[in-house]
């Protein structure tokens, strides 16, 4: 790795890691052109992110988060949002993304008479992310990488381990900044918040 102590681990580092995964020389820029190895690695680590970010961290997702239907009534939603449904104020809305518009499927229309609450799991850039996501992310990049590449089950194993302990990590970290509690299971809510009929 190519950081210091002093800096969060940029997407730099985490290309030029991977490239370390295969004997690569480091790259300078992360635009450096016609390196395939580079442009492998980049798209590598883009799609590590957004399925690791597709899970859901304190850090990337927003609950009651109000969105208002534009001039034709529609709910035109960010590119960067990974996932959304309709806080507990707006159960009776069963809305689903459908392209880069929400659907209502009880009324079968794009049409909102309204603004309504979210709770949104939103794709962040790699380094709008804490570094305990950015080491997890890199160590599975190198790991995926190389098994593309190489495939040599020796170095596969080597940083396997390493993915654990930054998942660990990861995990931690997690638990410490979500702060949860026994009702924030969706099976708790339920039934703590249950209407009698």
């Known amino acids: 790795m190519t950081t210091t102590s002093t800096e969060l681990t940029t997407a730099l580092d985490a290309v030029n890691a991977m490239l370390a995964t295969i004997g690569q020389a480091p790259i300078s820029s992360l635009d450096t052109p016609g390196l395939v190895d580079a442009v492998t690695a980049k798209a590598t680590l883009n799609e590590v992110t957004r399925t690791t970010l597709a899970h859901g961290w304190d850090f990337n997702k927003d609950y009651d988060y109000p969105i208002t239907p534009d001039v034709d009534g529609e709910i035109v939603l960010p590119s ?3 996932s959304i449904d309709t806080t507990r104020e707006f159960y009776n809305y069963d809305v689903v993304q459908r392209g880069k518009r929400l659907w209502d499927k009880t009324n079968k229309t794009f049409v909102f008479d309204k603004t309504l609450k979210f709770d949104i799991t939103w794709l962040l850039g790699f380094e709008e ?5 950015r080491q997890y992310i890199m160590i599975r990049c190198c790991r995926l990488f190389q098994d593309r590449t190489l495939g040599s089950d020796t170095l596969h194993s080597y940083t396997k381990d390493d993915e654990y302990a ?3 990590m990861l995990v931690r970290q997690e638990n410490v900044t979500e702060d ?3 009702f924030d299971s ?6 703590a918040f249950r209407r009698g009929y």
């Open 80 to 82: 960067n949002i990974l």
């Open 129 to 133: 992310i804490p570094e305990p996501a």
């Open 166 to 168: 930054a998942w660990a």
């Open 180 to 182: 949860p509690n026994i």
């Open 186 to 191: 969706a099976d708790m809510r339920e039934i």
